[in-house]
């Protein structure tokens, strides 16, 4: 009887891996619980027995950017707006899967763990969720692109708010076109993709930011050093071109010409290891999140490239890509002495009773650069504007800048800016990009970024 | 915005808070009262040794002596036999069993094989040590003062309280249709006859004083039902049914376990009739949904591998004097090989499984040997291996596990996912009786009857309900040395253990924890033959209690 008593110890594992498979289940339920109750399929939430709806989506200002009336998701603005704030607030089946509607659904249709969807009234009406983006500069960002597909993001490198993110192509959620998943020509290639968040392109110049902080924290004489620019230069065989042929220039020079031949000599005079390890330092080769939504990685590798590759990925060419989230991030680490403010774009949920369930706030991100680097290298994008891209499109901003025109294989050029306004009461910072371009970097890409520049810093 | 509308939601949705802490009170109570009727350990007899005078307390029921220290009275005589004999109580007082000893046993002088008579004041030979049979007082041992008993909650009371909580269940089913109806007034009073009807036989016929078991069993019995009524009242009928037929089993078999004697003479009969059972099964069932384990009769149809069960743990267990005996386990290997073989044959891989694991813990029980489990594993294994390899529409089955939200429309993890979906919708206290949407899936009111449980009565009673059979398994174990024979500890483990695994096939296969293989949730989802199996193992647990047959002597 001992015996058996004893033996009887067995049940135990059995109740040990009960309650083992109950944690499981109960630690998915509690970490992952919202995200599955939001189903599409969910019954409770579309059909005739809907019990749950979606809240509405805000901007800053209050207006209201999608709300469900009579059981159908409706999006306010007119059809400029509604296809500005596409990418941002989502559509309504879903597909974005990195709009306000897919990666905060749970928080809109105000899921807790304690009430689930339902509520003891038997009805829920979902949360607001209010958002840091100004539907108005956002609807001047897709103003500006017009029919060019680019990407553009605008953000307050103090507070963190991100204050537009426009994306194309794009359709109106409102009257999706029918041919949005039929089509075959192409137009709406990338239409369910943020490029902000989630593309990488290839940067061109704009690359040449990273070359230079290499180059401020390498080159000891970096201010006394001049390099001959006659137009071209051959490195292991391979011609490296300018547009002109500038003649001899300081590296402030150097940068504000966006010489080529320059600086593809800097990239090789630092050598492949400085060059990887100043990019990955600088949030190459990893990702950072809006809100929990993860970028797209920025992509620097010159593990094995030959000199010529590796001169050429210095300049923003050979296989270097950048996300364009990042490069924000990237100029507001510059504008803040090499640590950024971290956007965020949830200014806030509301929850039932008036409560807020969150509220979104400045966090500081990983320090890219020192703050000498970042002090030094604000100085030259400053430099830029004000001697070569002209103080004219951003007037009394005190931008600091660089322009990218990045050759792709087969397409027009992508045609990029990025910087900030070093002016403490106008603390922005941008990033723009603009596909498939057939004008110079300025004009396309320039001009965009001057726009929102210039109508953000109107924003309080 | 229609006022009274929301006031009876409020309503509703209190009832929802109530139900379950009534039920975890119910529990709370049941167990503790279990727990309190457990015997201490104290003797009730007594072995001196007539030379040396030692006094040796018999703990047991059945108690075995021999020279091995995991006997129960252990004889350091090198005459004595590592497994000599067994002592045991049974209704016609103390018997002494041989067990194949070398050296024989002898009583008063007299050579004894099996069941000998043994009265106070006899002299056991074993070997070369004689042992005299006395009363505690008899020998002068003080009995041990008893602290005063904490008094458990009556039975009646708590049937009392699961009768409020049906009440509270039924309001709630009234109002799961759209238009409100008396309807589940059936299964109400259905369930009232039946739990009343098992009270007054088993407490005032049979003049048991215990009903915790039956209380809990009844407990969970109208959580189901009133779960299924949401769905419509005829849903209710079959249970209710399985209900009743399994009761008057539990009866039956607590009646039959009364005699150990009588069951091992029964076992081999069992065995051959679950095993004509298989055949029929296996001749007469046409497939469902891709497993062959349902036999129609007319009006009825019914699945054999439910009442097999109850046979399995029949031939499974032993007492202890035949454990002694007939160490080897080859017979039940064989018999178990045949039940799971011919599951396999049906595809029923979930009850496969439940019989796999039973058949784990009876073996271990019985031999303890841990070579015989490790090789029942790995020939389970490997034969889980073959499968898989050659006929891989198996694996098909299990290839979303652990994946299941990429397969959210398809065979693999649709099922799943809505499980999840829906049971993260309820929150804690549900959406309320009959308003779920998954009782419109496929099986969703037998395999993923959890997820239908947490989307309509909330988290908190679905937990409660899968504790309380966790709880019911762990009570098994509690009473294995307490209970009147290694014929009751064994299969009340067995038992215990196979509802408990069956819960974790359940539960752990509907929210993707484990494997989806559809087995039901003991006492709760949808299936009269499987209601009838669970009351039937019930009555292991019962007859595991010493409390239960104690009655009778009490009052000659």
């Known amino acids: ?460 | 915005m229609n006022l009274p509308a929301e006031i009876i939601s409020v309503l509703l949705y209190a009832l929802r808070v109530a139900v379950p802490l009534l039920c975890i009170s119910i529990a709370h109570r049941c167990f503790r009262s279990l727990k309190l009727g457990k015997r201490k350990e104290e003797p009730v007899v007594v072995l001196e040794d007539a030379s040396s005078r030692t006094v040796l307390p018999v703990l047991y029921w059945e108690n075995s002596i021999g020279r091995s220290r995991s006997c129960d009275i252990v004889l350091h005589d090198p005459t004595v036999s590592r497994a000599h004999a067994v002592l045991m109580r049974r209704e016609s007082g103390w018997l002494v069993t041989d067990t194949n000893s070398r050296a024989g046993t002898l009583v008063n002088g007299k050579k004894v094989k099996q069941d000998a008579p043994v009265f106070p004041g006899d002299t056991i030979t074993v070997g070369s040590t004689a042992l005299t049979l006395k009363r505690t007082a008899d020998v002068g041992v003080a009995q041990p003062q008893s602290p005063p008993r904490r008094r458990a909650a009556s039975p009646f009371h708590l049937m009392q309280l699961v009768v409020l909580v049906q009440f509270l269940l039924f309001v709630q089913a009234c109002f799961a249709p759209a238009k409100p109806s008396l309807e589940p007034l059936v299964p109400f009073a259905a369930l009232l006859v039946l739990e009343w009807g098992l009270y007054f036989y088993s407490m005032k016929i049979l003049g048991r004083v215990s009903f915790e078991l039956e209380t809990l069993a009844f407990l969970l019995c109208s959580v189901g039902i009133m779960l299924l009524c949401g769905e419509g009242v005829k849903t209710t009928y079959t249970q209710l049914l399985g209900v009743a037929i399994g009761t008057v089993l539990y009866c039956f078999l607590i009646w039959f376990l009364g005699s150990p004697a009588r069951v091992m003479r029964w076992r081999v009969a069992a065995g051959v009739l679950a095993m004509l059972l298989f055949a029929a099964n296996l001749l007469l069932a046409k497939e469902h949904n891709g497993a062959r384990n349902w036999i129609t009769l007319g009006p009825f149809s019914l699945q054999p591998s439910e009442l097999i069960k109850i046979a399995f743990i029949l031939v499974g267990a032993s007492t202890l004097d035949r454990l002694q005996t007939y160490k080897n386990l080859t017979g039940f290997i064989a018999f178990s090989a045949i039940c799971m073989g011919a599951l396999f044959l049906m595809r029923d891989f979930g009850t496969a499984c439940v019989f796999f694991v039973t058949f784990l813990i009876i073996a271990f029980m019985r031999s303890g040997s841990l070579r015989t489990i490790s090789l029942a594993c790995s020939v389970a294994v490997l034969g889980a291996f073959l499968i898989l390899k050659f006929k891989p529409y198996v694996a098909e089955r299990f290839a979303a596990w652990r994946h299941v939200w990429s397969h959210v429309n398809d065979a693999g993890g649709y099922q799943q996912v809505r499980v999840l979906s829906y049971a993260a919708t309820g929150g804690l206290f549900g959406v309320g009786l009959g308003k779920g949407c998954l009782k419109d899936v496929f099986a969703g009111d037998s395999d993923l009857v959890f997820g239908m449980l947490c989307e309509e009565q909330g988290l908190i009673l679905a937990l409660t309900v899968v504790l309380i059979l966790a709880a019911l398994a762990s009570s098994a174990r509690a009473n294995a040395t307490r209970s009147r024979s290694t014929l009751y500890s064994i299969s009340a483990c067995a038992a215990g253990g196979m509802l408990l695994f069956q819960t974790c096939l359940n539960v752990f296969g509907a929210t993707d924890v484990l494997p989806l293989t559809g087995v039901t949730l003991p006492f709760i989802s949808l299936g009269g033959s499987s209601m009838v199996s669970v009351w039937g193992l019930l009555a292991f647990l019962k007859a595991n209690d010493e409390r239960t047959y104690a009655a009778r002597r009490r009052r000659s």
């Open chain 1, 1 to 460: 009887m001992k015996t058996t008593g004893f033996r009887s110890f067995i049940l135990y594992l059995l109740v040990g891996a009960f309650l083992f498979g109950l944690g499981v289940f109960l630690y998915g339920l509690a970490l992952d619980g919202g995200d599955w109750a939001v189903q599409p399929f969910n019954r409770h939430i579309t059909g005739e027995s809907q019990t749950a709806a979606e809240g509405r989506v805000l901007d800053r200002n209050g207006t209201v950017l999608a709300q469900t009336k009579d059981g159908r998701r409706v999006y306010g603005g007119d059809a400029t707006t509604r296809r500005a704030m596409l990418h941002a607030v989502g559509d309504t089946r879903g597909y974005i899967s990195t709009g306000v509607q897919h990666s905060f659904r749970s928080d809109l249709i105000g899921y807790n763990h304690v009430t689930g969807l339902t509520s003891p009234t038997g009805k829920t009406n979902g949360s607001d969720v209010q958002l840091t983006l100004d539907s108005g500069l956002c609807r001047l960002a897709r103003q500006k692109l017009g029919s060019r597909n680019g990407a553009a993001a605008v953000y307050n490198y103090r507070t963190g708010e991100l204050l537009c993110m426009v994306s194309t192509p794009d359709f109106d959620p409102q009257n999706p076109p029918k041919d949005l998943n039929t089509d075959k020509t192409g137009k709406y290639s990338g239409v369910y993709v943020n490029k902000v968040l989630s593309s990488a392109l290839t940067p061109g110049s704009i690359f040449k930011l990273v070359t230079s902080a290499c180059a401020i924290e390498n080159i000891p004489d970096l201010d006394q050093r001049t390099w001959n620019c006659s137009g071209s230069v051959i490195i292991n065989g391979n011609k490296i071109t300018d547009l002109y042929a500038y003649g001899r220039l300081s590296f402030k020079n150097a940068l504000a010409k966006s010489s080529n031949v320059a600086f593809s000599q800097i990239a090789v005079e630092l050598g492949a290891g400085r060059m990887q390890a100043k990019a990955n330092a600088m949030g190459f080769n990893r990702s950072f999140s809006l809100d929990g939504i993860p970028s797209a990685k920025s992509v620097y590798n010159v593990a094995s490239a030959s000199p010529d590759e590796l001169a050429w990925s210095g300049v923003g060419q050979y296989t270097d890509l950048v996300n364009p989230y990042h490069m924000l991030v990237l100029m507001g680490a510059v504008a803040n002495g090499g640590t950024p403010v971290m956007p965020y774009f949830i200014k806030r949920v509301a929850a039932p009773l008036g409560l807020e369930a969150k509220t979104g706030r400045a966090q500081a991100g990983p320090a890219l650069l020192g703050a000498e680097t970042a002090r030094r290298l604000a100085e030259y994008m400053r430099y830029n504007v004000a001697h070569q891209y002209g103080d004219g499109l951003f007037p009394g901003l005190e931008v600091c800048a660089k322009t990218g025109t990045a050759q792709v294989s087969g397409r027009g050029d992508n045609c990029w800016m990025v910087g900030f306004s070093s002016r403490a009461e106008t603390p922005l910072a941008f990033a723009v990009v603009v596909e498939n371009s057939t004008q110079g970097s300025i004009a396309s890409a320039g001009r965009l970024a001057s726009a929102l520049m210039v109508q953000a810093a109107k924003i309080q």
